[in-house]
C-alpha cells in the first residue's frame, strides 16, 4: 500500500473514533498531568502529556450509535480542518498550541491564580469556538468542557489549598 494510502485509512479510522463522546470527556483532563509537569518544571512529562493529548482522539473504539448533533458538529470541524486554509485560519489554529503554552508558563511560573485564569478560559474558548463554527450543533462540546473545567479548576484549588496550607506556619 502506497503511504498516503495509508495515512487516509489511518486517519479514517482515527475519525470514526473520535465520533466516541469519552474522548471528548477525557481531553480537558490532560490539563491537569500538564500543569502538574509544568510545575514540576518536568519537561519530558509535558511531552509526553502532548503526545497523549494528540492519540486521544483516537483511543476509545468507534461507537455503535452517534447522535445527529454530534455527527453534524464533527462533519463541521472535518470541513473545517479540511477546507481551504487562510492566514487567518492559520492564526487561529496556532492560539491551541500558543494558549497550551501560556498554560504551561503558568504553572512553571507556579501562578495557580493563572493557571486557573486561562484553564477557563481554554474551556469557555472551546465552547465558543464550536459554537461559532458549528452553530446550535456546537453546544454538544458544552458538557464535556463543563465537566473537565469543574473538574480541573477542583483539582487545581485543591492542590493549590495543600501547597499554601504547608507553607503556612504550623501548616500540615
Not at 33 to 61: C, E, H, K, Q
Not at 85 to 113: D, E, N, Y
Not at 123 to 145: C, D, E, F, M, R
Request: hydrophobic share 55%.
Amino acid at each position: 500500500m502506497e503511504f498516503a494510502g495509508w495515512i487516509n485509512d489511518f486517519l479514517g479510522w482515527a475519525w470514526e473514533r473520535h465520533h466516541n463522546v469519552l474522548s471528548w470527556y477525557i481531553r480537558p483532563l490532560f490539563i491537569l498531568p500538564l500543569a502538574y509537569f509544568a510545575y514540576r518544571r518536568n519537561l519530558s512529562g509535558i511531552v509526553l502529556t502532548f503526545v497523549a493529548l494528540a492519540t486521544s482522539m483516537f483511543w476509545f473504539p468507534a461507537p455503535e450509535r452517534v447522535s445527529p448533533e454530534v455527527r453534524e458538529f464533527l462533519a463541521l470541524e472535518r470541513e473545517w480542518l479540511t477546507g481551504e486554509w487562510t492566514m487567518a485560519k492559520v492564526a487561529w489554529t496556532l492560539l491551541v498550541p500558543l494558549i497550551l503554552g501560556v498554560l504551561c508558563l503558568a504553572f512553571w511560573r507556579r501562578s495557580l491564580v493563572w493557571g486557573l485564569v486561562v484553564i477557563n478560559a481554554i474551556a469557555v474558548g472551546k465552547v465558543a469556538w464550536g459554537v461559532i463554527a458549528g452553530g446550535s450543533t456546537g453546544w454538544t462540546s458544552l458538557p464535556p468542557a463543563l465537566a473537565g473545567l469543574l473538574i480541573c479548576d477542583a483539582v487545581v484549588l485543591y492542590a493549590a489549598h495543600r501547597v499554601f496550607s504547608k507553607s503556612e506556619p504550623g501548616g500540615t
